[in-house]
């Protein structure tokens, strides 16, 4: 049995240890992108929260990954969407 899940439905998905571990700009872009990416995708929250890591700036991420020099660079090896808050999501890689 499948369940069409909406933004809602997506946010409540979370269980409560995992309620804050992204914003609410990125969720949002979580559910867009999966939503583009395939209608028929099965949400799995664990596998998102270790697949995705949101970052305040690529200065925070540049502190994580010693072999990434700049934002295009991040791009060139994984997925990256770009919150219009500033913040990023990046996969993990």
Request: aromatic content about 16%; hydrophobic content about 30%.
């Amino acid at each position: 049995m499948k369940k069409t899940l909406n933004f809602c439905d997506f946010c409540d998905e979370f269980s409560e240890e995992r309620r804050n571990y992204y914003s609410y700009e990125a969720k949002q872009a979580l559910f867009d992108y999966y939503e583009e990416l395939d209608d028929n995708w099965e949400c799995d929250i664990i596998s998102i929260c270790g697949d995705w890591s949101e970052y305040e700036n690529i200065e925070e991420v540049l502190q994580n990954y010693d072999n990434i020099k700049d934002l295009n660079d991040l791009k060139n090896n994984t997925q990256v969407i770009e919150l219009e808050n500033g913040r990023l999501l990046v996969y993990s890689f």
